[in-house]
C-alpha cells in the first residue's frame, strides 16, 4: 500500500512521510493503517531496483570481480542497507558475501554472477546482476628450482665379519647378517688387478672368495656389505603460478603426475657400485589441462652400500 496526495488533478504517490513536533519536521520510519480488524505497515514502500547491478574484472581464475549495487531509489523512505550474494552457474558460492569476489579453480567453466538485495525499514529486495562472467583457466608458470637427489634406503651393515685364509687360491669369511632395506650381500676385495666380487642374493653366514684371471704375490682385504639396489630417484621443485598438478618425465618418457612439488621414481636394479644417468623435465598443468615448459636437471644415481672395516689376510700369493 502506498501513500498518495491529490494536488488538485493528479493522485501522486507520498515517497516520504515526516512529522511536525512544533519546531521540526522528522522523517518517519514506519507508518501502519487500521483496517478495521488489524493493524497493517503501508509505509515505507519495499527497495525498488531502477537499474540492475553488473559484475566485472578478468574472466581469468584467480582473478577479483567487483559487482556494482546498481540503481534503486533513494528517497527518504527508500534509503537501505546493501547485501551480497555471488553466484557459480546459479548456485549461491558459499562465504562469497562482499561486493568482490576471488575466482577460485571450482569456478573454471562456470558462469559467475552476483545478487544484490536492498534492505530498508519496509523489507528487503533481491534482484540479480544483469550479465555474469565465465571464467577460464590461467595460464600454468614453468616450476623452478629443480633439486634432483639419489632417493635410494641406505642399508645397515653387516654386524661383523671374520677372514681366513684356507688355501693358496682361496679365502673365506663369516658375517652377521645386517638390517634393514637389505637385498643382497656384497663381497669384495681391495685389490683392482682382480675383479674378485661376488654378489648374493640370500644371506650368507660363510664366503669363499677365489682367486681371479690376474697372478702374483700381495696381500688381500676382503669386507663385506649391505646393498640395496632397487634405486630410487628422488625431486623436488618450486612450485609454479596457477598450477593444480605436474607431470612428470624420465628419459623423455611420462612417468607419472602428481600434485605435490616432490615426487619419487622408481629407477629400477642397478647393482651397486655402478650408476645410470637419469635426465628429469617437471611441466605444470593447469585445472583445465593445459601444459607449460617444464624444468629439467640430470643425475646420475645407483643402489646404495653400507660395509663395515675389511677383515685381512696376508701374503695369499695367486
Known amino acids: 500500500m502506498t501513500i498518495k496526495i491529490f494536488d488538485g488533478s493528479t493522485w501522486n504517490t507520498q515517497k516520504s512521510l515526516r512529522f511536525y513536533n512544533g519546531s521540526t519536521w522528522s522523517n518517519a520510519k514506519k507508518g501502519w493503517i487500521y483496517t478495521g480488524s488489524a493493524w497493517s505497515q503501508f509505509y515505507p514502500e519495499y527497495p525498488l531496483n531502477t537499474a540492475s547491478p ?3 574484472g578478468s574472466t581469468t581464475q584467480g582473478q577479483t570481480l567487483t559487482s556494482t549495487n546498481g540503481t534503486w531509489n533513494t528517497n527518504d523512505a527508500f ?3 546493501y547485501t551480497y550474494q555471488w553466484t557459480r552457474a546459479g548456485s549461491n558460492i558459499s562465504g562469497a558475501t562482499s561486493s568482490t569476489y576471488a575466482t577460485v579453480v571450482a569456478d573454471i567453466g562456470n558462469a559467475i554472477a552476483c545478487k544484490t538485495t536492498s534492505t530498508n525499514d519496509r523489507g528487503t529486495t533481491t534482484v540479480t546482476s ?3 562472467i565465465t571464467i577460464v583457466a590461467a595460464t600454468p608458470g614453468a616450476p623452478s628450482n629443480l633439486i634432483l637427489s639419489n632417493g635410494t634406503p641406505t642399508p645397515s651393515a653387516p654386524a661383523s665379519a671374520n677372514t681366513s685364509y684356507s688355501s693358496g687360491t682361496t679365502a673365506s669369511f663369516s658375517f652377521t647378517a645386517g638390517y634393514g632395506l637389505i637385498t643382497k650381500y656384497y663381497v669384495l676385495t681391495s685389490d683392482s688387478r682382480d675383479v674378485v666380487s661376488n654378489v648374493f642374493p640370500t644371506s650368507p653366514t660363510t664366503v669363499t672368495i ?3 684371471s690376474n697372478s702374483g704375490p700381495r696381500t688381500l682385504y676382503a669386507g663385506v656389505g649391505s646393498l640395496y639396489n632397487t634405486t ?6 618450486t612450485a609454479g603460478t596457477n598450477a593444480t598438478s605436474y607431470d612428470i618425465y624420465v628419459g623423455g618418457s611420462y612417468v607419472g603426475n602428481t600434485a605435490s612439488t616432490s615426487y619419487n621414481y622408481s629407477a629400477g636394479s642397478i647393482q651397486y657400485p655402478s650408476t645410470s644417468s637419469f635426465s628429469v623435465n617437471v611441466r605444470s598443468r593447469n585445472a583445465s589441462g593445459a601444459e607449460a615448459t617444464g624444468v629439467s636437471g640430470t643425475i646420475s644415481i645407483g643402489g646404495t652400500f653400507s660395509s ?4 685381512q689376510v696376508d701374503n695369499i700369493t695367486w
Not at 630410487?232 to 621443485?237: A, C, E, G, I
Not at 663395515?308 to 677383515?311: D, E, H
Open 232 to 237: 630410487t630417484l628422488s625431486m623436488s621443485w
Open 308 to 311: 663395515i672395516t675389511p677383515g
Open 130 to 132: 544483469s550479465n555474469s
Open 54 to 56: 553488473t559484475v566485472s
Open 210 to 212: 677365489t682367486k681371479g
Open 79 to 81: 534509503l537501505g542497507t
